[in-house]
């Protein structure tokens, strides 16, 4: 089974700075990667799939980058909105499709 | 609109069983890969089990294997959960996910999830 490991686990930052996200597997995943927001209460919404592509109607301060065991899930200029969970998630080797741990955004 | 509503949880006891559903709307449910995951209270998401367009192919993660079974009625547009022999750690919201097309394991639309707790 496919382990992703989540870094940090909180991130405390103001609106409009940049937020690093950290998402590292202990074998390749190659790029079959995908990053998820999730806010209190809510479901999972899909960001970025296959490490970098932003899903649809994804706004373009949401950007991944990565291959291999080491990936970046990075917001440019964070918005209100922002603050929530996020998870990555792998689908190289299946079953079991595996989440990280997640990493809050909460704000500063 | 895409449309993901899941109904059937509740509480019920240790050993008990749940079935869940999921209606879907706003798409061609029988062209698109299916899936429940789950988040135990105040935890990560988990996958639980993935089903094939015409049900030809199910999959599961090894711990649920032999007592969940997922399943599908492409005709009602809707997905199923079977939960038998439940335990206390199976205690969770539980949600129904749509695959994306062309990336069935990445999913696209999530529904609200329906609440499962399982305790005396």
């Known amino acids: 089974e496919i382990v992703l490991t989540q870094s940090p686990a909180t991130l405390s930052l103001s609106p409009g700075e940049r937020a690093t996200l950290s998402c590292r597997a202990n074998?390749?995943?190659?790029?079959?990667l995908a990053w998820y927001q999730q806010h209190v209460g809510q479901a999972p919404r899909l960001l970025i799939y296959?490490?970098?592509n932003r899903a649809t109607g994804i706004p373009a301060r949401f950007s991944g980058s990565g291959s291999g065991t080491d990936f970046t899930l990075t917001i440019s200029s964070l918005e209100p909105e922002d603050f929530a969970v996020y998870y990555c998630?792998?689908?190289?080797?299946?079953?079991?499709?595996?989440f990280g741990g997640g990493t809050k955004v909460e704000i500063k | 609109e895409v449309q993901l509503v899941e109904s059937g949880g509740g509480l019920v006891q240790p050993g008990g069983s749940l079935r869940l559903s999921c209606a879907a709307s706003?798409?061609?449910?029988?062209?698109?890969?299916m899936s429940w995951g789950r988040q135990a209270p105040g935890k990560g998401l988990e996958w639980v089990a993935n089903?094939?367009?015409?049900?030809?192919?199910?999959y599961y993660v090894d711990s649920l294997k032999g007592r969940f079974t997922i399943s599908r009625d492409n005709a009602k547009n809707s997905l199923y959960l079977q939960m038998n022999s439940l335990r206390a750690e199976d205690t969770a919201v539980y949600y129904c996910?749509?695959?994306?097309?062309?990336?069935?394991?990445?999913?696209?639309?999530w529904g609200q999830g329906t609440l499962v707790t399982v305790s005396s």
């Open positions: 996910a749509r695959g994306m097309n062309g990336y069935e394991e990445y999913y696209d639309f």
């Open positions: 706003g798409f061609s449910f029988r062209t698109y890969w």
């Open positions: 089903i094939k367009q015409d049900g030809s192919e199910k």
């Open positions: 074998q390749s995943v190659s790029r079959f």
């Open positions: 296959d490490a970098s």
């Open positions: 998630q792998q689908r190289k080797n299946w079953p079991p499709l595996t």
